[in-house]
């Protein structure tokens, strides 16, 4: 069986097309290796920051949390308990596993119909977005804590959007700053539970 023109220049085309590939491949996984060498090492995880322990659950299952490794403190990933136990009132602890609890991460207290209430701990200093985001029956956050770092959209899910609850606080805090000029209806408290 003898074999046209057309087929060998088919073959010929389809092992140059294979070849520009292969070579394509080994050319980008290269350039990835020389900008982006940390995303081949075994050990890292993407989301993790630097200064930080690996990915832990608290011993009572509630928390999934990272450990800053220079200070020993704790940001808070998620918070698993509303969902298991169908918690109406989040009371987030000063610390976990005897770690101080420092900061609450992008969502991690959001996607709960349950929740209705956020008792933040004095220990807080850092509140990233999303906190309470898609949490339809939340209507109270309590943080009587001091200074807190907040992120732009820490209680604003959206240009349009933003926590419809009413947030207690210090008068004159950060946090109320925050929420005033969001359009956050905002109460001055000295209580820990209202």
């Keep these: 069986m003898e ?67 220079d200070t020993g403190e704790i940001i808070i990933i998620c918070y698993n308990g509303a969902l298991v136990n169908q918690e109406t009132t989040v009371v987030i602890p000063d610390e976990i596993d005897g770690h101080i609890v420092t900061a609450l991460d992008e969502v991690s207290i959001a996607y709960n119909e349950y929740i209705e209430k956020i008792i933040l701990p004095k220990s807080l200093t850092t509140l990233r977005r999303g906190i309470g985001a898609n949490c339809p029956n939340l209507k109270t956050i309590i943080f009587m804590g001091d200074d807190i770092s907040l992120d732009d959209d820490a209680l604003k899910y959206s240009q349009n959007t933003c926590f419809s609850g009413t947030v207690f606080t210090k008068k004159d805090s950060i946090l109320w700053k925050y929420c005033k000029k969001n359009g956050i209806q905002v109460r001055e408290s000295d209580r820990e539970s209202e």
């Excluded at 070579?23 to 982006?36: P, V």
């Excluded at 090492?41 to 990272?66: H, P």
Aim: proline fraction near 0%; charged fraction near 25%.
């Design 3 to 69: 074999l046209s023109y057309r087929k060998i220049f088919s073959i010929k085309s389809i092992i140059v097309i294979i070849c520009i590939f292969i070579c394509a491949s080994f050319a980008g996984h290269i350039i990835l290796r020389k900008f982006y060498g940390e995303i081949f090492e075994k050990e890292t995880e993407l989301s993790r920051e630097k200064g930080t322990g690996k990915l832990m659950q608290s011993g009572d299952g509630l928390y999934t949390y990272r450990i800053f490794e």
